[in-house]
């Protein structure tokens, strides 16, 4: 039987390679918006916590999830919930360590804020919101380039 | 409660998206356009939360398929876009008087709707240290800035405390523990929280709420207007989807 085969460690491993569409180097579990995995007889349960309530992408992300878990023959339900609030805090050391490669700084204190460039911690905020609703716009005066950071929620 | 809140963040959200691409400055397009998101955000989820209830709607059908006059939104949001002195100031009183009403619904007895008004006070705190930061400016800048906030003022001020209209069936969310105080009591909060800013850059605290039955039913001109242009597309081929 294949719900036999399922395990929540495989779901996650899967999920663990679904891109969120406005971050592609990073993946829904290194963002910290899967919530909960279950994995019974009916099938698989994943609950997703959204990241902003009119970000655009949760609607890509949650089709995204089913897409990967169909593979596995068996039935998936994907649900959103609020009963936790995703923060910022929930990213993880893999994903602050991705996004900051890709030029994005992870979350910080204003006053710890890094360049994701060259790592000088004298660094402007330029604009509280920026391309998407997570992320804000900095500039670093000792490389000379702006850069974007995910905001602190 | 829900439908009044929805209105107001979709209202709000439609007439400061009319800024995207011609707001003063870059950064301004940047950030009141993703202003204008979060709101429209706020309100879909908040419509979405009715669609549950007993003779719910489909959400969109909510947002869009209603004649104006179905809209419960404060007569506050309802005098047109206008320049950006009268959108820092719309948005100073509304995102005041909205604090004070996500605080008195964050702690209630109803979970779907404590959860989501804690995730909605999440974002609007970025908000309101936006708007702060730009009433500061205006109001400190001798002369055209200054006036036109002045000027913004007095048109919004009558108009102000229609956030706190009496909501029909108000008492029963109180006694239920879904809403703290009845909104007689939130305008009170309200004016308390507003006084400290307003009185360090000397500007005038709103006059007392003159309509207090009919600020959330009587709507102004410029709402038929922005009405007609927010649901021109969904009119335009009624049903379909994409």
Known sequence: ?153 | VLLSMADDEAVLGWTDSEWTGIAPLLEEDVAMSSLAQDELGHAQALYGLLAFLPGGADPDAIAYDREPADYRHARLLDHGRGDWAMTIARRFLYETADAVRLDALATGSWTPLAELVGKIAREERYHRMHIGAWLTRLAEARGEPRDRLLGALEVLGPDAGTVFTPLPGESALVEAGILAAPMAELETRWRAALEPDLRRLDLPLPPPTADRVSGRTAHGSAFADLHAAYTSVRRSDPGATW
């Open chain 1, 1 to 153: 039987m294949t719900t036999a085969t399922t395990s929540e460690a495989a779901v996650r491993a899967i999920l663990a390679r679904v891109p969120d569409p406005e971050l592609p180097v990073t993946s829904v579990v290194d963002l910290g918006m899967i919530h909960s995995v279950q994995v019974g007889a009916a099938g698989i349960e994943v609950t997703v916590l959204p990241t902003f309530l009119g970000c655009p992408a949760l609607e890509v992300i949650l089709g995204s999830i089913r897409d990967a878990l169909t593979p596995l023959g068996v039935p998936v339900e994907v649900r959103t919930t609020l009963a936790v609030p995703w923060t910022s805090e929930r990213i993880s050391a893999e994903g602050r360590r991705a996004l900051a490669v890709a030029g994005i700084a992870p979350p910080s204190d204003p006053a710890d804020l890094r360049c994701p460039h060259c790592d000088s911690a004298r660094t402007v905020l330029d604009n509280a919101f920026g391309p998407t609703q997570c992320r804000s716009l900095h500039y670093c005066p000792d490389c000379r380039q702006p850069f974007e950071a995910i905001r602190v929620m």
